[in-house]
Nanobody, 126 residues
Framework: QVQPVESGGGAVQAGGSLRLSCTIS????????LGWFRQAPGKEREGVAS????????VYADSVKGRFTISQDSGRNTVSLQMDDLEPEDTAMYFC???????????????????WGRGTQVTVTS
């Protein structure tokens, strides 16, 4: 069973930075895409960033372009999200996802994704 586990959430003031990490355990040979979703209270779950494992193609939501960077740290097993210049609107529960498909980011139907972490809270205060 593939299981993503997130770490690195916390509270930070607007303009600050946080780095989220995700380690994926289990059989990951069929995983082709790693990504991050987030959900704020009262809002729909939305894709933030994704990376295709073979080739490293990254895609970002418009709301985070230029501020967030997704990266693979060790093949199919780890992915990080560097978040800079954070805004109060970034406050949400952040989820790591792993998927067998080629795309798993912004605009993708989240309910179709294969594997989810439990989430880590990010709170940005003004």
């Amino acid at each position: 069973q593939v299981q993503p586990v997130e770490s690195g959430g916390g509270a930070v003031q607007a303009g600050g930075s946080l780095r989220l990490s995700c380690t994926i355990s289990g059989y990951t040979a069929n995983i082709n895409c790693l990504g991050w979703f987030r959900q704020a209270p009262g809002k729909e779950r939305e894709g933030v960033a994704s990376i295709k494992i073979d080739g490293g193609r990254t895609v970002y939501a418009d709301s985070v372009k230029g501020r967030f960077t997704i990266s693979q740290d060790s093949g199919r097993n780890t992915v990080s999200l560097q978040m800079d210049d954070l805004e109060p609107e970034d406050t949400a529960m952040y989820f790591c996802v792993a998927d067998r498909g080629d795309y798993c980011g912004a605009g993708f139907q989240f309910w179709r994704l294969n594997y989810w972490g439990r989430g880590t809270q990010v709170t940005v205060t003004s």
